[in-house]
């Protein structure tokens, strides 16, 4: 033994340490000189305490009482076959031993070993149970169900039950007969054991009388009634125990071992094989090759072998010889031998047995599991607040806006260069000027503003074109809107158009203000003008004073529907917008053309209303270069062709630069097929 | 121009500034600029929520009718009810009282979907399925734009083509082989790979969709475009009644 380790703490020691140097806990027990593996000199040290079972049994003797006959002698051989097996190789045969006695080579073997061992009597918790059951058995008067007593030696109990009352298991634990042993010297020589059948009847507990009375005959008849005759295998064991057949091959099952075991003799499981209790862990798979042909291989899957845990696992239990187990040092089994120490057990840290399985992984596996590692690790770690990086100026980014500035605000600061307008026009800018041309003066137009604040520059412009034209015409104007920042919208553009054209607000063109509800609303107000729409915005003065609303102004005076407006123009930058006037009040306009003022990005998909055999859009006016040839068509000039040189540079740098990003794009290209 | 309009002009201009220092990166200028006017309109739409909708809506009849005037069956509809259906669809501000507004809210959702499908399916799915069964005799007249002769027959067979690929470029049910290709392709010239039929049809919708958007980009960088010369135009005027009204 190199080291020994602490019971507590688990940390090394030197092997000769008795406290821990680490915790300081005892690593020896207090009451022994350590493990019983020494002479006989220092066996005799041992403390009367350490065997009470000799001290209670040199008791008895001292109070003389008359041994049965049935525990007389032990004969040789009579002992379990396991228990002759477990005795040290060294001792001698305790043949003429008495039955109750202490085994000799349980008192160490010395003569008077046992007597040696009376010097202070048995404990005093053994004591009180002694005379309580003492009492208890006067007072029954049953020596024959007595049979506690009989283990305790007392003079009460009739048979000393040490082993007359152990009743071999035939077939089991049956010793075989051996032939006898020599007496020990120290010992007078006493009569042989008989047989102890007539006394184990008595000795036998009635309970156990009665279970296997039935089917089992006492004493060795019943053993060699039970064996099985030789070639056959049993069929059922003897106590009713089952056949494994599963387990054990079939061939040689019933057959006799090759050595030629007498009748009788005990058959012993392998694994209680003398080799298995007494040899070291290396003679196992010696003595064990024998058997093997009779067993069955056993057969693993694959997943359980590999879920095996092998560096835990002790396949052999190491069982200690007399002399090298511990000495119980505590608690009621103080003083016994080879008591199953629960201290390394409980306090003895061990590896877990999960964490020691080596499993199959595969690498799939192994990477996952890499993986998920080091996403853990990452959660785990604090990320560092790292110092605001100052913004990087990205080239390609300031050289598309630097150009794109530039040429815009060049023709908006000098005026040049300048781009003539353009004297081709879209097809549907003349039937939609010859619409607004023809349109009744007597109804009003009904305006929609359904853009958002970001498109006014465009739109407005583009607006503004046909607006201006409906004035020139003298057609009465109402606005509304389905958005509410369209209200302020509409009256941005009014106000600038209707100085020009001597347009009074309130007389010949009115804001109804917002309409809330969306596809709803818009069909509510086809439907219902006046109950859509209740009151107005940006009223003048001395009508809101008189609490009229819009509906109360000549303007809309005579509408009571959405085709009695002589026009509805929806001014908007989205197709939603344009769909929604399209689907839900085109149906209740009747003849009532709808005209669209489109943001260039809406127009492909509000054309195919305009473009279908039944058109739900009757115009559009799309774009700053409709809009300037709508203005050119007009012969004025307003916001489109004030915007249009500025327009022109800015489209002539953007297709410049898209230009260029394709070119790179495909030299790129090219450079990357050269490549492969 | 008056010294409100002034004052107001510079403003508009500062914040254009601010909004174009996108330029350099996201930063505070920007940011202010957009919280400016996220704020400004979302208050100016509750005001014109009020003003236009609520009140003379909701608040005014009530206070018309009055009383006396609410118990009569006709204010129950028009009066009562909807404060009724305000009332409880303001109940689900709080999520223990949410379900007794469901009532409203299952209206407006209703009649709103209702509106929208019957409109979808007479104003857009009919007449535009009509409008991709165009006749392609070189006699017919567009309605609208007037072309006729063979320019109507090219238009009409675009029309036609372009319909029926794009319908079956978003046709997902062909399997797929093992490789994940659709089919095997026709020939492979020079590395260049001729599809099959399907492929080939698929390929030409695929080309009409590029084109579609294409022009609807196109439009959109016009709009955006046009936009910027309209700011710049203001910034222009701006600093020129500005420096002229100092100076």
Same mark, same amino acid.
């Given at each position: 033994?190199?080291?020994?380790?602490?019971?507590?703490?688990?940390?090394?020691?030197?092997?000769?340490?008795? #406290?821990?140097?680490?915790?300081?806990?005892?690593?020896?027990?207090?009451?022994?000189?350590?493990?019983?593996?020494?002479?006989?000199?220092?066996?005799?040290?041992?403390?009367? #305490?350490?065997?009470?079972?000799?001290?209670?049994?040199?008791?008895?003797?001292?109070?003389?009482?008359?041994?049965?006959?049935?525990?007389?002698?032990?004969?040789?051989?009579?002992?379990?076959?396991?228990?002759?097996?477990?005795?040290?190789?060294? =001792?001698?045969?305790?043949?003429?031993?008495?039955?109750?006695?202490?085994?000799?080579?349980?008192?160490?073997?010395?003569?008077?070993?046992?007597?040696?061992?009376?010097?202070?009597?048995?404990?005093?918790?053994?004591?009180?149970?002694?005379?309580?059951?003492?009492?208890?058995?006067?007072?029954?008067?049953?020596?024959?169900?007595?049979?506690?007593?009989?283990?305790?030696?007392?003079?009460?109990?009739?048979?000393?039950?040490?082993?007359?009352?152990?009743?071999?298991?035939?077939?089991?634990?049956?010793?075989?007969?051996?032939?006898?042993?020599?007496?020990?010297?120290?010992?007078?020589?006493?009569?042989?054991?008989?047989?102890?059948?007539?006394?184990?009847?008595?000795?036998?507990?009635?309970?156990?009388?009665?279970?296997?009375?039935?089917?089992? @005959?006492?004493?060795?008849?019943?053993?060699?009634?039970? /064996?099985?005759?030789?070639?056959?295998?049993?069929?059922?064991?003897?106590?009713?125990?089952?056949?494994?057949?599963?387990?054990?091959?079939?061939?040689? +099952?019933?057959?006799?071992?090759?050595?030629?075991?007498?009748?009788?003799?005990?058959?012993? @499981?392998?694994?209680?094989?003398?080799?298995?209790?007494?040899?070291?862990?290396?003679?196992?798979?010696?003595?064990?090759?024998?058997?093997?042909?009779?067993?069955?291989?056993?057969?693993?899957?694959?997943?359980?072998?590999?879920?095996?845990?092998?560096?835990?696992?002790?396949?052999?239990?190491?069982?200690?010889?007399?002399?090298?187990?511990?000495?119980?040092? +505590?608690?009621?089994?103080?003083?016994?031998?080879?008591?199953?120490?629960?201290?390394?057990?409980?306090?003895?840290?061990?590896?877990?047995?999960?964490?020691?399985?080596?499993?199959?992984?595969?690498?799939?596996?192994?990477?996952?599991?890499?993986? /998920?590692?080091?996403?853990?690790?990452?959660?785990?770690?604090?990320?560092?607040?790292?110092?605001?990086?100052?913004?990087?100026?990205?080239?390609?980014?300031?050289?598309?806006?630097?150009?794109?500035?530039?040429?815009?605000?060049?023709?908006?600061?000098?005026?040049?260069?300048?781009?003539?307008?353009?004297?081709?026009?879209?097809?549907?800018?003349?039937?939609?000027?010859?619409?607004?041309?023809?349109?009744?003066?007597?109804?009003?137009?009904?305006? $929609?503003?359904?853009?958002?604040?970001?498109?006014?520059?465009?739109?407005?412009?583009?607006?503004?074109?046909?607006?201006?034209?409906?004035?020139?015409?003298?057609?009465?104007?109402?606005?509304?809107?389905?958005?509410?920042?369209?209200? @302020?919208?509409?009256?941005?553009?009014?106000?600038?158009?209707?100085?020009?054209?001597?347009? $009074?607000?309130?007389?010949?063109?009115?804001?109804?203000?917002?309409?809330?509800?969306?596809?709803?609303?818009?069909?509510?107000? =086809?439907?219902?003008?006046?109950?859509?729409?209740?009151?107005?915005?940006?009223?003048?003065?001395?009508?809101?004073?008189?609490?009229?609303?819009?509906?109360?102004?000549?303007? /809309?005076?005579?509408?009571? +529907?959405?085709?009695?407006?002589?026009?509805?123009?929806?001014?908007?930058?989205?197709?939603?917008?344009?769909?929604?006037?399209?689907?839900?009040?085109?149906?209740?306009?009747?003849?009532?053309?709808?005209?669209?003022?489109?943001?260039?990005?809406?127009?492909?998909?509000?054309?195919?209303?305009?473009?279908?055999?039944?058109?739900?859009?009757?115009?559009?006016?799309?774009?700053?270069?409709?809009?300037?040839?709508?203005?050119?068509?007009?012969?004025?000039?307003?916001?489109?062709?004030?915007?249009?040189?500025?327009?022109?540079?800015?489209?002539? +740098?953007?297709?410049?630069?898209?230009?260029?990003?394709?070119?790179?794009?495909?030299? %790129?290209?090219?450079?990357?097929?050269?490549?492969? | 121009?008056?010294?409100?309009?002034?004052?107001?002009?510079?403003?508009?201009?500062?914040?254009?500034?601010?909004?174009?220092?996108?330029?350099?990166?996201?930063?505070?200028?920007?940011?202010?600029?957009?919280?400016?006017?996220?704020?400004?309109?979302?208050?100016?739409?509750?005001?014109?929520?009020?003003?236009?909708?609520?009140?003379?809506?909701?608040?005014?009849?009530?206070?018309?009718?009055?009383?006396?005037?609410?118990?009569?069956?006709?204010?129950?509809?028009?009066?009562?009810?909807?404060?009724?259906?305000?009332?409880?669809?303001?109940?689900?501000?709080?999520?223990?009282?949410?379900?007794?507004?469901?009532?409203?809210?299952?209206?407006?959702?209703? $009649?709103?979907?209702?509106?929208?499908?019957?409109?979808?399916? =007479?104003?857009?799915?009919?007449? %535009?399925?009509?409008?991709?069964?165009?006749?392609?005799?070189?006699?017919?007249?567009?309605?609208?734009?007037?072309?006729?002769?063979?320019?109507?027959?090219?238009?009409?067979?675009?029309?036609?083509?372009?319909?029926?690929?794009?319908?079956?470029?978003?046709?997902?049910?062909?399997?797929?082989?093992?490789?994940?290709?659709?089919?095997?392709?026709?020939?492979?010239?020079?590395?260049?790979?001729?599809?099959?039929?399907?492929?080939?049809?698929?390929?030409?919708?695929?080309?009409?969709?590029?084109?579609?958007?294409?022009?609807?980009?196109?439009?959109?960088?016009?709009?955006?475009?046009?936009?910027?010369?309209?700011?710049?135009?203001?910034?222009?005027?701006?600093?020129?009644?500005?420096?002229?009204?100092?100076?």
């Amino acid at each position: 033994m190199s080291e020994q380790r602490c019971p507590m703490c688990s940390r090394p020691n030197p092997p000769d340490a008795r #406290e821990c140097r680490h915790c300081g806990a005892r690593l020896t027990p207090l009451d022994l000189g350590g493990p019983a593996s020494g002479s006989g000199s220092q066996r005799q040290q041992t403390p009367p #305490e350490q065997d009470w079972l000799a001290r209670i049994r040199a008791e008895s003797e001292a109070a003389g009482e008359p041994e049965p006959e049935s525990a007389a002698e032990p004969v040789a051989g009579e002992l379990p076959s396991w228990l002759e097996e477990i005795k040290p190789e060294g =001792s001698p045969p305790e043949a003429g031993e008495e039955a109750g006695r202490v085994p000799a080579f349980k008192a160490d073997g010395e003569p008077g070993g046992t007597k040696a061992a009376d010097e202070s009597g048995p404990p005093e918790w053994l004591r009180r149970i002694r005379a309580r059951e003492e009492e208890r058995a006067q007072d029954s008067g049953e020596d024959g169900q007595d049979w506690l007593s009989g283990l305790r030696g007392s003079p009460g109990a009739e048979p000393e039950l040490e082993e007359g009352s152990y009743s071999p298991r035939p077939g089991r634990d049956m010793a075989a007969p051996k032939p006898a042993a020599p007496e020990s010297p120290d010992r007078p020589p006493e009569r042989p054991r008989e047989r102890p059948a007539a006394v184990s009847q008595e000795a036998i507990p009635s309970w156990l009388r009665q279970a296997g009375g039935q089917d089992a @005959p006492p004493g060795p008849d019943r053993s060699a009634e039970q /064996l099985p005759p030789s070639g056959s295998p049993p069929a059922t064991p003897p106590f009713g125990l089952p056949h494994v057949q599963a387990l054990i091959g079939e061939e040689g +099952a019933g057959e006799a071992p090759p050595g030629g075991k007498p009748e009788g003799e005990v058959d012993l @499981p392998d694994w209680m094989d003398a080799a298995s209790l007494e040899g070291p862990a290396e003679a196992l798979p010696a003595a064990g090759e024998g058997e093997d042909s009779r067993l069955a291989p056993a057969t693993l899957p694959s997943w359980l072998e590999a879920m095996r845990p092998v560096e835990t696992f002790r396949p052999v239990v190491q069982i200690q010889t007399e002399d090298d187990q511990a000495v119980e040092s +505590a608690g009621p089994l103080a003083g016994l031998r080879g008591v199953l120490i629960a201290e390394p057990l409980v306090a003895m840290p061990r590896t877990a047995t999960v964490g020691s399985m080596q499993l199959a992984v595969s690498e799939r596996q192994y990477a996952q599991a890499e993986l /998920l590692h080091r996403m853990v690790e990452d959660e785990e770690r604090e990320v560092q607040a790292s110092r605001r990086a100052r913004p990087q100026l990205n080239f390609i980014r300031w050289a598309v806006a630097g150009v794109l500035l530039f040429a815009t605000a060049l023709p908006v600061l000098s005026g040049s260069p300048r781009f003539s307008l353009p004297s081709l026009e879209p097809r549907e800018l003349g039937s939609l000027f010859t619409l607004i041309d023809t349109l009744p003066a007597e109804r009003p137009a009904l305006l $929609v503003f359904d853009y958002e604040p970001g498109y006014s520059g465009e739109l407005d412009a583009v607006g503004e074109a046909l607006i201006e034209q409906i004035m020139v015409r003298g057609i009465p104007i109402a606005t509304m809107t389905t958005r509410p920042t369209g209200s @302020p919208l509409a009256m941005r553009v009014i106000d600038r158009l209707a100085p020009l054209h001597d347009y $009074v607000p309130g007389e010949e063109v009115v804001h109804m203000g917002y309409l809330s509800g969306g596809a709803t609303a818009v069909q509510l107000f =086809s439907l219902r003008p006046r109950e859509a729409i209740l009151q107005g915005f940006d009223l003048p003065q001395d009508m809101q004073e008189a609490g009229t609303t819009a509906w109360d102004t000549p303007v /809309l005076r005579g509408v009571a +529907a959405l085709s009695d407006f002589s026009l509805v123009t929806v001014i908007t930058a989205g197709t939603e917008t344009a769909r929604v006037w399209a689907e839900q009040a085109k149906n209740y306009m009747g003849q009532t053309p709808l005209v669209m003022v489109l943001s260039a990005g809406a127009e492909p998909m509000v054309r195919p209303y305009y473009e279908a055999r039944e058109p739900r859009v009757n115009g559009i006016l799309t774009g700053l270069p409709a809009a300037t040839a709508y203005e050119r068509r007009m012969g004025r000039e307003g916001l489109a062709a004030q915007r249009w040189n500025a327009f022109g540079t800015a489209m002539l +740098a953007s297709e410049v630069i898209l230009a260029a990003g394709v070119a790179y794009g495909l030299v %790129q290209w090219w450079m990357a097929r050269q490549e492969r | 121009m008056t010294t409100p309009e002034l004052i107001a002009s510079f403003l508009g201009a500062i914040i254009t500034l601010m909004v174009l220092s996108y330029l350099f990166a996201d930063n505070p200028l920007f940011r202010l600029a957009i919280h400016i006017f996220i704020g400004s309109a979302s208050g100016y739409a509750g005001a014109i929520a009020w003003h236009n909708v609520l009140r003379p809506g909701l608040v005014d009849p009530l206070f018309a009718a009055g009383l006396r005037g609410i118990t009569q069956p006709s204010a129950l509809v028009t009066v009562v009810l909807p404060w009724i259906l305000v009332l409880v669809l303001l109940l689900k501000l709080s999520p223990r009282t949410a379900r007794y507004g469901t009532l409203s809210m299952a209206l407006l959702v209703g $009649v709103g979907a209702a509106v929208a499908v019957g409109g979808a399916v =007479s104003g857009t799915l009919v007449p %535009q399925t009509l409008a991709s069964m165009e006749s392609l005799s070189p006699a017919s007249v567009a309605p609208q734009t007037g072309e006729t002769g063979l320019e109507r027959m090219i238009n009409v067979s675009l029309v036609l083509l372009g319909t029926i690929t794009t319908l079956l470029y978003f046709r997902f049910g062909q399997r797929q082989s093992l490789t994940g290709e659709g089919e095997t392709p026709l020939a492979v010239i020079s590395g260049v790979t001729i599809p099959g039929p399907a492929g080939l049809i698929r390929a030409v919708g695929k080309a009409f969709i590029a084109v579609t958007f294409g022009v609807m980009y196109a439009g959109a960088l016009s709009a955006a475009l046009v936009v910027l010369v309209e700011r710049l135009q203001f910034l222009r005027d701006t600093l020129s009644n500005l420096f002229g009204a100092l100076g």
